[in-house]
T-cell receptor, first 111, second 115 residues
Framework: LAKTTQPISMDSYEGQEVNITCSHNNIATNDYITWYQQFPSQGPRFIIQGYKTKVTNEVASLFIPADRKSSTLSLPRVSLSDTAVYYCLVGVMDSSYKLIFGSGTRLLVRP | EPEVTQTPSHQVTQMGQEVILRCVPISNHLYFYWYRQILGQKVEFLVSFYNNEISEKSEIFDDQFSVERPDGSNFTLKIRSTKLEDSAMYFC?????????????FGPGTRLTVT
């Protein structure tokens, strides 16, 4: 059974760097890893995407090791408005190809 | 900025009734998706749709569910005979292409409550 797992929750303080890891053992060979942010009562919103090594954009970095069985979302200098649930999304090969969201990590940023 | 829209924002229905959830994807997108999120749980993939056909579906998407693109703009999810466990947020999404390379744009969701 393909599973994509993340820590349930994380706490941080404003200005700190936060790293959230997702494990995806069954990732499909040619698939990208995408991370989304979700606020309460809203749809997920794209943050960053990568295939391997490191990707950086204006809001986050994404680190992907060579075996691609995990990925780490890095949020530099978080603020209160970064309090949200963060999901990884990958395509996995189980009995067939499936798009699977991770279990989600609830990040709480404290003042 | 273009966005995905969904109607209604909240639908209350009785068990056994049919419901249709509506979505208007971003106009130049070709791939459309429905996801479900039970309260407090993760987002779950239901189905993807391209060129008027289902391209992928999950185990959740059984014979009670169907999708349709009845015209050039709307994308609908029908649940034929709702059950209590169908109560959830339903999100529509669209993308330019298929697969994880393409960013999916999500709508605000429809909260379905089955009583």
């Amino acid at each position: 059974l393909a599973k994509t797992t993340q820590p349930i929750s994380m706490d941080s303080y404003e200005g700190q760097e936060v790293n959230i890891t997702c494990s995806h053992n069954n990732i499909a060979t040619n698939d990208y890893i995408t991370w989304y942010q979700q606020f309460p009562s809203q749809g997920p919103r794209f943050i960053i995407q990568g295939y391997k090594t490191k990707v950086t954009n204006e809001v986050a970095s994404l680190f992907i090791p060579a075996d691609r069985k995990s990925s780490t979302l890095s949020l530099p200098r978080v603020s209160l408005s970064d309090t949200a649930v963060y999901y990884c999304l990958v395509g996995v090969m189980d009995s067939s190809y499936k798009l699977i969201f991770g279990s989600g990590t609830r990040l709480l940023v404290r003042p | 900025e273009p966005e995905v829209t969904q109607t209604p924002s909240h639908q209350v229905t009785q068990m056994g009734q049919e419901v249709i959830l509506r979505c208007v994807p971003i106009s130049n997108h070709l791939y459309f998706y429905w996801y479900r999120q039970i309260l407090g749980q993760k987002v779950e993939f239901l189905v993807s749709f391209y060129n008027n056909e289902i391209s992928e579906k999950s185990e959740i998407f059984d014979d009670q569910f169907s999708v349709e693109r009845p015209d050039g703009s709307n994308f609908t999810l029908k649940i034929r005979s709702t059950k209590l466990e169908d109560s959830a947020m339903y999100f529509c999404a669209s993308s330019e292409g298929e697969g994880s390379f393409y960013e999916q744009y999500f709508g605000p969701g429809t909260r379905l409550t089955v009583t």
